[in-house]
């Protein structure tokens, strides 16, 4: 039941993220903004349960999912502008959801019998999976490409909750400080702008420093 509640938390989260990012970098009408809100939310839970065989995914076989992933969608449909007014909305959700999804997606993966290296990956996959779709669809270079600090904090976050279960250390409240560890490396990278090691004479972009353009930035668009 805990794991329910924690993977619907995450898809509540990721759906608010990817249905606020579509309304503010893209035009979309309702329809667009369900679609990527949905998208965000459920696709790296898809991935996961198809690389591990689980058909089909839980997405279609509990309609919890997709009720709490159009319901997140809906609500930032609904009072969006009022969100985008408040200080990092999306870079805020964001984080929530990558934190819950990595550690449960790490959790799933163990209980279907996968490796601790292999768990801790898929849940990477988990947590970092359903953006990257929607950022394609939106024509965006994908966040876990481009910003050193998304797919790292995942990676902290389910292979910490591996290691603990291999501890004997599976309870919540320990779990819980796997995703909170995830959640703070998130913001505290965002708000200080950390990144992930690149090329000597290169940026993120590709290219050097004198001939690259700026990195496309969806926090700096308004609708």
Not at 17 to 35: F, H, P, S, W, Y
Not at 53 to 74: I, K, M, N, Q, V
């Amino acid at each position: 039941m805990v794991l329910l509640v924690v993977d619907l938390v995450g898809t509540f989260a990721f759906a608010l993220n990817g249905a606020l990012t579509a309304i503010r970098t893209v035009r979309v009408d309702i329809v667009g903004v369900l679609v990527l809100g949905l998208v965000t939310a459920t696709g790296g839970g898809i991935v996961r349960d198809v690389l591990l065989g689980r058909l089909p995914p839980s997405t279609f076989t509990d309609w919890r999912y997709l009720a709490t992933a159009a319901a997140g969608s809906l609500i930032a449909f609904l009072i969006g502008r009022r969100l985008e007014r408040l200080s990092g909305a999306i870079d805020l959700f964001d984080a929530i959801g990558l934190s819950f999804f990595a550690v449960n997606g790490a959790l799933t993966a163990l209980a279907a019998g996968a490796g601790p290296l292999q768990a801790t990956l898929l849940g990477v996959v988990t947590a970092v999976g359903g953006g990257t779709i929607r950022d394609v669809m939106i024509g965006q270079v994908p966040t876990v490409l481009s910003s050193g600090l998304y797919a790292v904090p995942a990676a902290v976050a389910s292979g910490g909750a591996v290691g603990l279960m291999s501890a004997g250390l599976g309870a919540w409240p320990f779990l819980t400080v796997a995703a909170a560890a995830c959640f703070a490396f998130r913001m505290v990278g965002l708000r200080r702008g950390w990144g992930a090691p690149v090329p000597r004479g290169h940026d993120i972009g590709g290219g050097s420093p004198e001939t690259a353009t700026k990195k496309h930035d969806p926090m700096s668009e308004r609708p």
